[in-house]
């Protein structure tokens, strides 16, 4: 008995984008028999950090789980979904592809029957009133389904992430397991800052205020948004972001190729002009990315991946308190190949 707690347990990846979700999910004790995505540069990046990992190019609308039958009676069905906007919940024709993605992956619990299911979208899908009819109709066909529901927010803040980003989830279980669910608790001590996380990159090329950047860099980031795949180039989020870079001087407007080096300046000034700008690797740090985990693609398509993803230990401790949920609270290290 005590072997099978530690057993590592298996999911399907849906909408997996750059793998924030299955990678933390993967130091939780989940082991991926299948990521889909329909972006070839996100399957591109999910295959070139975990060449293991079975990876399928596709859409979710158009997956048909009879045809992988090594999806059938996973642990968790895991989805990392766009944003469902609240006009989708007064607009039933022609609905937005968001809510026709989301109404999707409750659907494959049919073909799928997971004993667990997870889906991460924006924390006013949780909670606010305008959502409603949406969740409605997502908790009457899970009830159907004979699975039991919660809604909750987290904030990744509150999780080993330098970046005040909250996200609204959606658990179930077959059977009566929620009511041994508990959702994450947030860390006892203060959240990572920006200059912690991001100070000895900014000093690796030499650069020689990088000290006195991080010193004054003492708070969490803003939501990192990926923004538009089909217009603009890279930058850090809406107006109000750029001001809140602005404040630890950041040049949020754009995303630099490399940190800055010896010749680069510095106005620490509040109302000074140079600032300095941070890289698609930086940004993956504030998401709470290994080091190692690489993103395929240019700087514009990596750095949407970034925006995009699930922070990994947003991830991690999702999968630790479904774990503890489904009676395996100890996970396995995984086996690489």
């Given at each position: 008995?005590?072997?099978?707690?530690?057993?590592?347990?298996?999911?399907?990846?849906?909408?997996?984008?750059?793998?924030?979700?299955?990678?933390?999910?993967?130091?939780?004790?989940?082991?991926?028999?299948?990521?889909?995505?329909?972006?070839?540069?996100?399957?591109?990046?999910?295959?070139?950090?975990?060449?293991?990992?079975?990876?399928?190019?596709?859409?979710?609308?158009?997956?048909?789980?009879?045809e992988h039958r090594e999806v059938y009676d996973v642990d968790l069905l895991a989805a990392g979904l766009p944003r469902v906007k609240a006009s989708a919940a007064r607009v039933r024709e022609n609905s937005a592809e968001e809510l026709r993605l989301l109404e999707a992956t409750v659907m494959l619990l049919h073909g799928v029957q997971p004993r667990a299911?997870?889906?991460?979208?924006?924390?006013?899908?949780?909670?606010?009133?305008?959502?409603?009819?949406?969740?409605?109709?997502?908790?009457?066909?899970?009830?159907?389904?004979?699975?039991?529901?919660?809604?909750?927010?987290?904030?990744?803040?509150?999780?080993?992430?330098?970046?005040?980003?909250?996200?609204?989830?959606?658990?179930?279980?077959?059977?009566?397991?929620?009511?041994?669910?508990?959702?994450?608790?947030?860390?006892?001590?203060?959240?990572?800052?920006?200059?912690?996380?991001?100070?000895?990159?900014?000093?690796?090329?030499?650069?020689?205020?990088?000290?006195?950047?991080?010193?004054?860099?003492?708070?969490?980031?803003?939501?990192?948004?990926?923004?538009?795949?089909?217009?603009?180039?890279?930058?850090?989020?809406?107006?109000?972001?750029?001001?809140?870079?602005?404040?630890?001087?950041?040049?949020?407007?754009?995303?630099?190729?490399?940190?800055?080096?010896?010749?680069?300046?510095?106005?620490?000034?509040?109302?000074?002009?140079?600032?300095?700008?941070?890289?698609?690797?930086?940004?993956?740090?504030?998401?709470?990315?290994?080091?190692?985990?690489?993103?395929?693609?240019?700087?514009?398509?990596?750095?949407?991946?970034?925006?995009?993803?699930?922070?990994?230990?947003?991830?991690?401790?999702?999968?630790?308190?479904?774990?503890?949920?489904?009676?395996?609270?100890?996970?396995?290290?995984?086996?690489?190949?």
């Amino acid at each position: 008995m005590e072997e099978s707690r530690h057993e590592r347990l298996s999911c399907l990846a849906v909408c997996a984008g750059a793998g924030g979700l299955a990678l933390g999910l993967e130091q939780a004790g989940f082991d991926p028999v299948l990521l889909l995505d329909n972006r070839p540069v996100a399957c591109e990046t999910l295959r070139l950090n975990r060449p293991d990992w079975n990876v399928l190019e596709t859409d979710l609308l158009d997956f048909v789980p009879e045809e992988h039958r090594e999806v059938y009676d996973v642990d968790l069905l895991a989805a990392g979904l766009p944003r469902v906007k609240a006009s989708a919940a007064r607009v039933r024709e022609n609905s937005a592809e968001e809510l026709r993605l989301l109404e999707a992956t409750v659907m494959l619990l049919h073909g799928v029957q997971p004993r667990a299911l997870l889906v991460e979208n924006l924390s006013e899908l949780a909670d606010r009133p305008a959502y409603e009819p949406i969740r409605t109709e997502i908790e009457t066909e899970l009830e159907h389904l004979g699975y039991q529901h919660r809604w909750f927010v987290v904030n990744a803040m509150e999780h080993g992430v330098p970046q005040d980003r909250k996200q609204g989830i959606l658990v179930a279980f077959k059977g009566d397991v929620i009511h041994d669910f508990v959702p994450p608790l947030p860390d006892t001590g203060p959240p990572l800052t920006v200059g912690e996380v991001l100070g000895p990159s900014m000093a690796a090329r030499g650069w020689p205020h990088a000290a006195a950047w991080a010193a004054q860099a003492d708070r969490v980031a803003p939501t990192l948004v990926g923004g538009s795949w089909n217009r603009g180039g890279p930058d850090l989020g809406m107006t109000g972001s750029k001001r809140s870079w602005a404040r630890m001087r950041v040049n949020g407007a754009t995303v630099a190729d490399v940190v800055p080096g010896p010749e680069d300046p510095w106005d620490a000034s509040p109302d000074g002009t140079e600032m300095v700008k941070l890289t698609v690797e930086q940004a993956a740090r504030l998401q709470g990315f290994p080091d190692d985990w690489s993103f395929a693609g240019t700087k514009t398509s990596r750095y949407r991946q970034v925006g995009h993803a699930t922070p990994p230990p947003v991830g991690r401790v999702l999968g630790f308190a479904i774990r503890a949920a489904l009676g395996r609270p100890a996970p396995a290290p995984p086996v690489r190949r």
